[in-house]
C-alpha cells in the first residue's frame, strides 16, 4: 500500500469512526435511553465508554451539535436539546417563502392530514377535547365580528382538532403545518382570511357538530369542503399578485 493509499484508508476509516459515534448518540436519543436536559457522559468517559478515540468522539459532538441535537457549553459538557416545532419550522419556512405557489402544496397536504384528522376526533374527541373545538369556533366568530384578526383562532380550531385524534405525532405534524403557514404566508394567510370569513366561521360549527355527534364522514366532507375553498381562494389570490 503506497503512501497515499494508506492515508486514504485511515482518511475513510476515522469518517466511519465519526458517522458510526454520531449514530450510536442519535439512537440513544431516539430510544429515549438520552433525553432532552441529560447531559452527556464527560469526554474522557464517553470515549472511553464507546472505545473511541477523544479527538473522533469531538469530531462526532460537533456534527451532533451542528444538526441541532445536542448543545456544547463551554466548560460545562454537552446536553442533549429538546427539538422544538419551531427549530424545524423556520428552515422549512425560509426555503418555501423563495416560492410562493408551495402554499398551495401546504394546503394540499394539510387538507389530506386534517380529513384523516377531523375523522378520528369525530371518534375520539373527549369532553374536554369538544369544549376546546367549540370555543376556538366561537373565539374566531367573535374575532370577526369586531373586526379582529382572526389568525390564531382559525388555527386553535384546527390544532383543536387534530388534539382530539389522541394522537400525539398527528397533533405534532399539524403544528408544523400551521407553523408554516404562519411563518412562510403570513401576508397571504391574511389576505385569505378577509375573504368570506363569516361563511367559513359557520362551517366551523358544522365541523363541530359533526364531530359532537361522532358523524366521521360528514365532518371529514365539510373540511374538505373548507380547505378546498381556501385553496382555491389561495389561487385567486397568487393569480392576482402576479398580474399586478
Request: charged share 30%; proline share 2%.
Amino acid at each position: 500500500m503506497s503512501h497515499s493509499e494508506e492515508l486514504d484508508f485511515k482518511r475513510k476509516k476515522r469518517t466511519r469512526l465519526y458517522r458510526d459515534i454520531v449514530a450510536q448518540i442519535r439512537q440513544l436519543i431516539q430510544e429515549g435511553s438520552l433525553a432532552p436536559g441529560d447531559q452527556l457522559l464527560p469526554e474522557r468517559q464517553l470515549a472511553e465508554k464507546l472505545g473511541v478515540s477523544r479527538s473522533a468522539l469531538r469530531e462526532a459532538l460537533s456534527a451532533l451539535d451542528s444538526m441541532g441535537l445536542i448543545e456544547i457549553t463551554p466548560g460545562g459538557g454537552a446536553y442533549i436539546k429538546k427539538i422544538s416545532v419551531e427549530s424545524i419550522v423556520e428552515p422549512l419556512a425560509s426555503i418555501m417563502l423563495k416560492e410562493k405557489e408551495s402554499v398551495l402544496e401546504l394546503l394540499e397536504a394539510r387538507k389530506i392530514l386534517e380529513v384523516e384528522n377531523v375523522k378520528l376526533a369525530a371518534e375520539r374527541a373527549s369532553k374536554s377535547d369538544l369544549y376546546q373545538i367549540r370555543e376556538a369556533a366561537i373565539e374566531m366568530y367573535n374575532d370577526v365580528t369586531n373586526n379582529r384578526d382572526a389568525d390564531e383562532s382559525d388555527i386553535s380550531f384546527h390544532l383543536a382538532i387534530a388534539r382530539a385524534t389522541q394522537n400525539s405525532v398527528l397533533f405534532n405534524i399539524m403544528t408544523m403545518l400551521s407553523g408554516l403557514m404562519k411563518e412562510a404566508y403570513g401576508p397571504t394567510r391574511k389576505e385569505l382570511l378577509k375573504g368570506p370569513i363569516k361563511t367559513w366561521c359557520d362551517q366551523n360549527f358544522e365541523i363541530y357538530e359533526a364531530i359532537k355527534n361522532k358523524e366521521a364522514e360528514l365532518a371529514a366532507r365539510l373540511i374538505e369542503d373548507h380547505l378546498q375553498h381556501a385553496i382555491n381562494e389561495t389561487k385567486r389570490l397568487i393569480n392576482d399578485e402576479n398580474t399586478d
